[in-house]
């Protein structure tokens, strides 16, 4: 096995190993979440930086900041998006992943209003977006520290408000077929490309991350102008929910961006042809077991970090 296909397979183990490790868009939530234990020695340097963040409830009382990377990072004076909106809903809401930076939280208001009206959708559901300070999380994501991603459901908001039950309990909807080659026409409606194509003409969104076969679909159905394409990136997973990715707010000099695409579209048989691979889509495992990449520690985080989980927590 290769580097690269070895790399492939770690992944996906780690992705998808027990249930203690991850927490996947469609993974059900507890009616009863249950405190963390104290830790008997926080400031050990070798503690790994989510068991910190994991403790904060509540953002830190500071201006808000986005410090470091999207996934090395974390954020000070973080805004909640409210779990009910006229065109959106908050999912899995005992994970408290419901924080961002205020730009965020607009743009996830703008967007909401724009598919109601573009794809008729009643609204969105929203999944993970960070934690109260940011940083690593205990499970599920290796991004999403820096209160700039959001995961946005490609289930429709249901016409009525959900109850606490049917947003932990509630699955979204697959939209990839059983072989992985293409998406699911039982699943998949012309309504979800002006979903994630009014997400990605949002000026501010850096990346859009979804499944190839997701993507597969979006560019064999785009009509008009397809520049916004561009955005939109396949990535492992995703099948259940599409990754939104804004750029650093202007003046945050702390945050680090990402790159801009300049494969233009990514459309052609040869940039999607890694994806299908059968090797990409079916890793083997590894020869060998595979040893878990070392966590994050306190230490390897922006040096503010520091502060922000030592700051006083905004008021409820």
């Not at 080659?181 to 850096?206: F, G, K, N, Y």
Request: proline residues 10%; positive net charge.
């Amino acid at each position: 096995m290769n580097g690269r296909l070895l790399l492939i397979a770690t992944f996906l183990l780690l992705l998808l190993g027990s249930g203690t490790s991850t927490a996947l868009a469609q993974d059900k939530g507890s009616l009863d979440p249950k405190p963390l234990p104290p830790l008997a020695n926080p400031n050990d340097p070798k503690l790994a930086a989510k068991e910190l963040f994991g403790r904060k409830l509540l953002p830190a009382a500071m201006p808000t900041q986005v410090l470091g990377f999207y996934s090395k990072g974390c954020i000070a004076g973080a805004h909640a998006l409210p779990v009910n909106g006229p065109t959106w809903q908050v999912m899995r809401l005992s994970r408290n992943r419901n924080w961002g930076h205020p730009s965020l939280i607009a743009l996830l208001e703008r967007l909401s209003a724009n598919v109601h009206r573009d794809a008729g959708w009643p609204g969105i559901l929203v999944g993970d977006m960070s934690q109260p300070r940011g940083g690593p999380m205990l499970t599920g994501h290796a991004s999403h520290q820096v209160g700039l991603d959001a995961d946005v459901w490609l289930t429709p908001m249901p016409n009525h408000l959900l109850s606490r039950n049917e947003r932990e309990e509630m699955s979204a909807a697959m939209m990839v077929r059983a072989d992985r080659l293409d998406i699911d026409p039982q699943s998949w409606t012309p309504q979800h490309l002006a979903v994630i194509r009014d997400a990605a003409r949002e000026p501010s969104v850096e990346r859009i991350f979804v499944n190839a076969a997701i993507k597969k679909a979006l560019c064999r159905e785009a009509k008009g102008d397809r520049s916004w394409l561009a955005k939109v990136r396949p990535y492992w997973g995703h099948d259940y929910h599409f990754h939104i990715r804004i750029r650093c707010p202007a003046g945050n000099s702390t945050c680090k961006s990402q790159p801009k695409p300049t494969e233009g579209e990514a459309c052609s048989a040869t940039d999607l042809a890694y994806w299908f691979k059968d090797e990409v889509l079916h890793p083997k495992p590894p020869p060998e077991q595979v040893k878990p990449r070392p966590a994050l520690t306190l230490a390897q985080l922006p040096p503010g970090c520091r502060e922000v989980l030592a700051a006083p927590a905004a008021k409820p």
